[in-house]
C-alpha cells in the first residue's frame, strides 16, 4: 500500500546543481536518477515511500487528462429551462433615458436592448407577449410602453401581502412571468427538452 501522495518533486531538484543534490552534499553524496525518470513522487504512510515516475507514464499521465477534458468539452450541454419574468421600464433624465427591457432570472439579468440589441429574445417575446404589434424589431421600441401600461409592475404578492418593504421605484415599469430556453428563447409555457 502506497499511502496518499504528499509531493512530487521534479527531476530538476535531484540534478547536479538542484537543491536537493547539494542538500544531500553534492557530488558522491547523491545518487544519480536514471535518465527516463521525470519526477520522484514521495508518499507518506504505507510500505512505499517513494515512486520513480518516469517520462511515458507522465505524458501517458497528461493525455489521459487531456482526452478527458476533451471529452466533456465536446459534449452537448444540456438545454437549459429557467423560470424568468420580462421587466419594461422606462430611465428618465438625460443620461441613459428610455425604456429598456431585461429577462431576469434567479441567477443572472440578460437585457434585450442595453449595450447591443437581442434580436431572436425580443423576437420571442414579442410572438408571446403581442399586445397589437406585429412582431417585428422595429416595433419593439413602441411594445415596451404598451407592456408596462398593460402589466405594471406590482408590489404585493397576489394574497395581497407587500412584497417589497423598501422606497417605492417611482419609474414606469411592468413585469410578466414565463419561461427562459437557452437564454435566446422566452415562452409563456414551459417548454419541453
Partial sequence: MRGFLQ???????WDPGGFGYNFLGGQGKCEPLPPNVAAVEVYAGGD???VYVTW???MER???RQAERMERIRQPTEP???????WTFLVPG???SGWYCYVVTRH???AVNFRGFDEPLALSILNEIPLGFLPHTANFDSWMPAFARAYPRSRRWPNGKVLHRGKRDPRKAGTFHGWLKNRSSFSLERPTL
Fill in 108 to 110: 443572472f439579468a440578460d
Fill in 56 to 58: 511515458d507514464e507522465l
Fill in 94 to 96: 438625460d443620461f441613459y
Fill in 62 to 64: 497528461r493525455r489521459t
Fill in 7 to 13: 509531493t512530487v518533486i521534479p527531476r530538476a531538484v
Fill in 80 to 86: 437549459t429551462v429557467l423560470p424568468c419574468y420580462v
Fill in 48 to 50: 512505499e515511500k517513494r
